[in-house]
């Protein structure tokens, strides 16, 4: 069962590249999520979508743009990276939105600006 | 915006000693889970509590949900080395956004 899989697991940027993180999960969810990991802190919602065709603000959505592709697949756009993107970028899906069922989680995207 | 504090941020126990972690807000919610992350992994759901003054137990985890539903606990009896992690709470939402807390990092020594 692959679940949510997210790609790619590593990334080494300079600051001013461009890279989209992908992200496709398996489980016919309707939801899904993008947040970013700072050492020693929680999750921080950077955008969600919380059915196909749809796409909204979470919490630090500067600097961040998103595309839900289709059911399946919710990518994570960086168009001019900066040293402060430097995180841990999790995707997560659920089948319904807002915290009403469970969430699934993918194994991270560790993304270092220099 | 609803404020969501987990307390304490870090907690730094022995092998087979107890603990609780609190998860506290202004807002009231419907239901919460509560999540565990290990080193390196994406969290994973450990409970959702539903109803105020809910108790729900998972081995040495214990869970409860506040009677105003407005804040939850996790007690830990006898902690063990593979309960090290992060330990995350997120309530319920009608907007769709699924917002968690800080989160108690908790480091069980040998």
């Known amino acids: 069962n692959a679940g949510v899989t997210q790609t790619p697991k590593f990334q080494v940027l300079k600051t001013g590249q461009s890279m989209t993180l992908q992200c496709a999960q398996d489980m016919n969810h309707n939801s899904m999520y993008w947040y970013r990991q700072d050492p020693g802190m929680g999750l921080r919602l950077i955008y969600y979508?919380?059915?196909?065709?749809?796409?909204d603000k979470g919490e630090v959505p500067n600097g961040y743009n998103v595309s839900r592709l289709n059911k399946r697949e919710f990518s994570l756009r960086l168009e001019s990276a900066a040293p402060s993107q430097t995180s841990v970028y999790f995707c997560?899906?659920?089948?319904?939105?807002?915290?009403?069922?469970?969430?699934?989680f993918g194994q991270g995207t560790r993304l270092t600006v220099v | 915006t609803q404020l969501l504090e987990q307390s304490p941020q870090f907690l730094s126990i022995q092998e087979g000693e107890n603990l609780t972690v609190y998860c506290n807000s202004s807002s009231v919610f419907s239901s919460l889970q509560w999540y565990r992350q290990e080193p390196g992994e994406g969290p994973v759901l450990l409970v959702t509590v539903v109803t105020g003054g809910e108790v729900k137990k998972l081995k040495r985890l214990t869970f409860q949900f506040g009677d105003a539903r407005k804040d939850s606990s996790l007690h830990i009896t006898a902690a063990q080395p593979g309960d090290t992690g992060l330990y995350l709470c997120?309530?319920?939402?009608?907007?769709?956004?699924?917002?968690f807390g800080q989160g108690t990092t908790l480091q069980v020594k040998p």
């Open positions: 979508s919380a059915s196909e065709g749809t796409t």
């Open positions: 997560a899906s659920s089948s319904q939105p807002g915290g009403n069922t469970e969430a699934f």
């Open positions: 997120a309530p319920s939402s009608n907007t769709g956004k699924l917002i």
